[in-house]
């Protein structure tokens, strides 16, 4: 990477401590920011938390099942063994994030803004990225199969042992990144294929990738 990929800033302890619903709840009612705090244990579903702001915080063991999540933003944030599932965080602003060990399958990020992100050991399998920028993120051992990434724009997006079976690259450079660690059987682009230029695969993803270049591969 060009550029050191950068971690969340959570500080020392936290000044706040959020266990129950309704404590976030007042937060979305009075339009204020929630900060320094540590949220844990809490499991909402449905809920409409749109345009929140959140600044220092760590989610811990959270539920936000088809919560709405739009134009959110999250700097100095951590989500650990949190499942925010088919919820929406469209037109999102995420900067200097981790997500650690988390399930977002299905969930919605398009048109979302992605800085120093890092995202490990957790399943976005089916997760929509369309339309997003994504500078200085990370995905290590994480599943993303099925997964949306048409028409987005990438700088510095290390994949490392990411599962991209059936994902969709539609109009997307990947020009720099390397899949050697990774999979990427059944890669959806464009009929030219010119989404892979300069991307960096093994022989067997080579194989896998030559049917866009019009060649035919064969086994003596």
């Given at each position: 990477?060009s550029?050191?990929?950068l971690?969340?800033i959570l ?8 266990e ?5 709840l007042v ?11 540590l949220?844990?244990n809490?499991?909402?579903t ?5 345009h ?10 959270c ?15 951590v989500f650990n063994?949190?499942?925010m599932?088919?919820s929406?965080f469209?037109?999102?602003?995420f900067?200097?994030?981790?997500f650690l ?6 969930a919605?990020?398009a ?21 997003s ?6 995905f290590l ?5 099925g ?8 700088k ?6 990411a ?12 020009r720099?990144a390397?899949?050697?660690?990774s999979k ?6 464009s009929?030219?294929g010119k989404?892979i230029?300069g ?8 194989a896998e ?9 064969k086994?003596?």
């Amino acid at each position: 990477m060009s550029q050191k990929l950068l971690g969340p800033i959570l500080g020392g302890q936290m000044e706040w401590v959020f266990e129950e619903d309704n404590q976030l709840l007042v937060r979305k009612e009075e339009e204020e920011a929630v900060r320094h705090t540590l949220i844990k244990n809490i499991h909402m579903t449905g809920e409409e938390l749109s345009h929140m702001r959140f600044f220092s915080v760590l989610f811990e063991n959270c539920s936000f099942q088809n919560c709405d999540f739009q134009r959110g933003e999250f700097s100095d944030v951590v989500f650990n063994s949190c499942d925010m599932s088919n919820s929406v965080f469209s037109d999102g602003y995420f900067n200097r994030m981790e997500f650690l060990n988390c399930k977002g399958m299905g969930a919605v990020f398009a048109g979302s803004t992605f800085l120093h992100i890092s995202i490990s050991g957790s399943n976005f399998n089916y997760a929509n990225f369309d339309s997003s920028k994504l500078e200085h993120v990370k995905f290590l051992e994480s599943q993303l199969k099925g997964s949306f990434f048409t028409q987005c724009h990438f700088k510095d997006v290390i994949w490392n042992q990411a599962d991209l079976e059936k994902a969709s690259l539609f109009k997307t450079s990947l020009r720099g990144a390397d899949f050697t660690t990774s999979k990427i059987s059944g890669l959806i682009l464009s009929d030219e294929g010119k989404e892979i230029n300069g991307a960096i695969v093994d022989l067997y993803q080579a194989a896998e990738l030559s049917r866009y270049l019009g060649i035919v591969i064969k086994n003596e």
